[in-house]
């Protein structure tokens, strides 16, 4: 006859469940489904927790001058009622703050404000560019620092270059054109213009250039000639451009290649090589008579 009552234990969680059954015998597989049962019902029974997590949704923001954007800032804490967040902007190693203690700080004031834990700039300037941190502090929870970066870029369309243009030139010097612009971000690249026709980059690439010899660095902003020639002469204008804005160009000016006077070149040498042989002739004669002599007394 049956024993009415079969025990079973679950020694791994340290229960113990009495099944009553008058037919049927448990086996050790059927102890094993129970107590993986009763252990998902007592891991599903606990509370999740979440560590305070801080993100951004725009790790890199470029915006144009004067204009509207936004420095993301989300976070999530795990139980701290009442987490503290600060904003504070990094720029050559200078730490500042932008949101502290509840208000927005520094040059931010007055064109910026908050959203949540993100910060609305509203007239954004060229000195905003640089790297900002969203930092929440929740001391109840256990780890109770998070922090996000963001980079802020501000565009800046640039001015009217500044270009040397010489008036002259002699045929067969090295001339070199500058052009600089010291306003955009970022910054510029250049194209120069003769006679309002684009120079390409290597003179070969256009018959109408082929004949001349120079160097165009579109990021210096420089054009060089490495041996100017009559056919070089010309109206010459620089456009800057960096993509913010409409490019902007110099005002163009002419550049005359005069010929080198050869025939006043030899004439000035031959005058200099006259007086330098006077010279040594005339220290060769005071030498021979004693001048240069110190017991040298001359005759009254």
């Known amino acids: 006859m049956h024993d009415p009552s079969i025990l079973a234990r679950g020694t791994e969680l340290g229960y113990e469940e009495e099944c009553v059954s008058k037919h049927v015998k448990l086996t050790s597989r ?9 252990l998902t019902l007592v891991l599903s029974a606990v509370p999740r927790s979440f560590l305070v997590t801080v993100q951004t949704e725009n790790g890199k923001v470029e915006v144009e001058e004067f204009g509207e954007t936004v420095l993301s800032c989300k976070y999530q804490v795990e139980k701290d009622p009442n987490p503290r967040v600060e904003w504070k902007k990094i720029r050559n190693r200078d730490v500042s703050f932008v949101y502290y203690e509840g208000k927005i700080v520094g040059g931010f004031q007055g064109r910026a404000v908050m959203e949540g834990a993100s910060i609305r700039i509203k007239k954004a300037m060229l000195l905003d560019s640089g790297e900002y941190r969203c930092e929440v502090s929740a001391r109840q929870d256990s780890r109770p620092l998070g922090e996000a970066t963001v980079s802020l870029t501000v ?3 640039p001015d009217v270059p500044s270009c040397g243009i010489p008036s002259s030139v002699l045929t067969g010097t090295v001339v070199e054109l500058t052009c600089r612009d010291r306003q955009g971000t970022p910054p510029s690249l250049y194209r120069w213009y003769k006679n309002g026709i684009a120079l ?27 041996t100017v020639s009559k056919g070089d002469a010309g109206q010459y204008q620089c456009e800057a451009s960096n993509g913010v804005g409409e490019p902007q160009r110099c005002t163009a000016k002419f550049m005359q290649i005069d010929d080198m006077n050869v025939s006043g070149i030899v004439a ?33």
Not at 201 to 217: E, I, V
């Open 200 to 226: 390409p980059n290597t003179p070969a690439q256009d018959p109408l250039f082929a004949n001349s010899s120079y160097t165009l660095n579109s990021s210096s902003g420089t054009l060089q000639f490495n």
């Open 30 to 38: 059927d102890v094993v489904i129970a107590t993986h049962t009763m």
């Open 155 to 157: 565009l800046v369309p």
């Open 268 to 300: 000035a040498v031959v005058v200099v090589s006259l007086v330098v042989s006077m010279c040594g002739l005339g220290v060769v004669f005071a030498h021979r008579h004693g001048y240069f002599n110190s017991e040298y007394t001359p005759v009254s």
